[in-house]
């Protein structure tokens, strides 16, 4: 006989497992498609197929979990920064600003509609479309994450229409957040962070001792790469060319006048050193007036 589940308590269970998978774990099934899950009862599941997993380390976990609180309370401000924190940019022309407006102006639709209406999938990837825009490298573990919750939030609306992702994803983050905010929890990540700090001090003297014998031994280099020197240098040097034809000209004017009063041989009536120095800045002055359209 066809067993018969409740489908509302085997997506909560789905969501749960996905979740706590991302923020106690750190590794995730990122292909959670109806064919890589088993259902053994109405709260119980059985993952298949790990071909496609994605890991997040800790610093990350709590990167992302900031990112989806965020996302719940609808703080697109947030959600920005939580993309820039999780992001990657070697552009000198990213604009943090303008990144966080295309956001605003992006988001906004998703949170002018209801909370039953809201899709975290559609909005997941709309920001991840916005950061890729404005040259964002988003590390690839966080677009598998976008992979497994667009294909969640599909099979949860595929076995009830009235899914919504959201809903079911807030319980266990708030659960999850609780226990980050919880005096063991906090007394946990303290000792970790002492641990490395112990061991940064522990090593910090080597460490140091190493890097002077190696700069007294002339061992140490400095590798300078530069990014377009070239077309800076050709920028100088057209400026620097521009102001001595510039000073030219003016000395050939000053000059050129101060020429007119000699009384020797004239050319149309100006005295022939006045005329030709006249003439030489009129045609230096052309050039530089040349190059300086062309910029």
Same mark, same amino acid.
Request: aromatic residues 10%.
């Given at each position: 006989?066809?067993?018969?589940?409740?489908?509302?308590?085997?997506?909560?269970?789905?969501?749960?497992?996905?979740?706590?998978?991302? %923020?106690?774990?750190?590794?995730?099934? $990122?292909?959670?498609?109806? #064919?890589?899950?088993?259902?053994?009862?109405?709260?119980?599941?059985?993952?298949?197929?790990? #071909?496609?997993?994605?890991?997040?380390?800790?610093?990350?976990?709590?990167?992302?979990?900031?990112?989806?609180?965020?996302?719940?309370?609808?703080?697109?401000?947030?959600?920005? +920064?939580?993309?820039?924190?999780?992001?990657?940019? +070697?552009?000198?022309?990213?604009?943090?600003?303008? %990144?966080? !407006?295309?956001?605003?102006?992006?988001?906004?639709?998703?949170?002018?509609?209801?909370?039953?209406?809201?899709?975290? &999938? +559609? $909005?997941?990837?709309?920001?991840?479309?916005?950061?890729?825009?404005? &040259?964002?490298?988003? @590390?690839?573990?966080?677009?598998?994450?976008?992979?497994?919750?667009?294909?969640?939030?599909?099979? &949860?609306?595929?076995?009830?229409?009235?899914?919504?992702?959201?809903?079911?994803?807030? @319980?266990?983050?708030?659960?999850?957040?609780?226990?980050?905010?919880?005096?063991?929890?906090?007394?946990?990540?303290?000792?970790?962070?002492?641990?490395?700090?112990?061991?940064?001090?522990?090593?910090?003297?080597?460490?140091?001792?190493?890097?002077?014998?190696?700069?007294?031994?002339?061992? %140490?280099?400095?590798?300078?790469?530069?990014?377009?020197?070239?077309?800076?240098?050709?920028?100088?040097?057209?400026?620097?060319?521009?102001?001595?034809?510039?000073?030219?000209?003016?000395?050939?004017?000053? #000059?050129?006048?101060?020429?007119?009063?000699?009384?020797?041989?004239?050319?149309? #009536?100006?005295?022939?050193?006045?005329?030709?120095?006249?003439?030489?800045?009129?045609?230096?002055?052309?050039?530089?007036?040349? !190059?300086?359209?062309?910029?």
């Amino acid at each position: 006989a066809k067993a018969h589940y409740n489908k509302k308590q085997v997506l909560q269970v789905l969501v749960d497992s996905i979740f706590r998978q991302l %923020f106690t774990y750190g590794i995730f099934h $990122a292909d959670p498609h109806p #064919g890589n899950i088993l259902v053994l009862g109405s709260s119980k599941i059985a993952f298949l197929d790990f #071909g496609i997993m994605g890991h997040l380390t800790e610093s990350m976990r709590e990167k992302m979990t900031m990112l989806f609180i965020s996302f719940l309370e609808g703080d697109i401000n947030g959600v920005a +920064d939580g993309i820039i924190d999780l992001g990657m940019t +070697d552009s000198k022309d990213f604009n943090k600003e303008l %990144f966080k !407006q295309d956001v605003m102006d992006r988001l906004s639709r998703y949170y002018d509609i209801s909370l039953s209406d809201f899709k975290l &999938g +559609d $909005a997941f990837t709309t920001v991840v479309n916005v950061a890729r825009e404005n &040259g964002l490298s988003l @590390p690839s573990n966080l677009v598998l994450l976008l992979k497994a919750l667009v294909t969640l939030e599909g099979l &949860g609306e595929m076995l009830y229409p009235r899914f919504n992702l959201v809903q079911y994803a807030k @319980p266990v983050i708030k659960e999850f957040i609780r226990k980050e905010m919880s005096i063991d929890s906090m007394k946990s990540n303290l000792i970790k962070k002492a641990k490395r700090i112990r061991h940064l001090v522990s090593v910090l003297p080597e460490q140091t001792l190493n890097f002077l014998n190696k700069l007294n031994r002339g061992e %140490f280099k400095v590798e300078f790469e530069h990014k377009d020197l070239e077309s800076l240098i050709y920028q100088m040097e057209r400026t620097s060319n521009k102001i001595v034809l510039g000073v030219l000209v003016s000395a050939l004017i000053i #000059g050129s006048g101060l020429a007119l009063d000699l009384k020797v041989r004239t050319i149309y #009536g100006i005295p022939y050193p006045s005329f030709i120095g006249f003439f030489c800045a009129a045609v230096f002055g052309l050039s530089l007036f040349r !190059q300086m359209l062309r910029r």
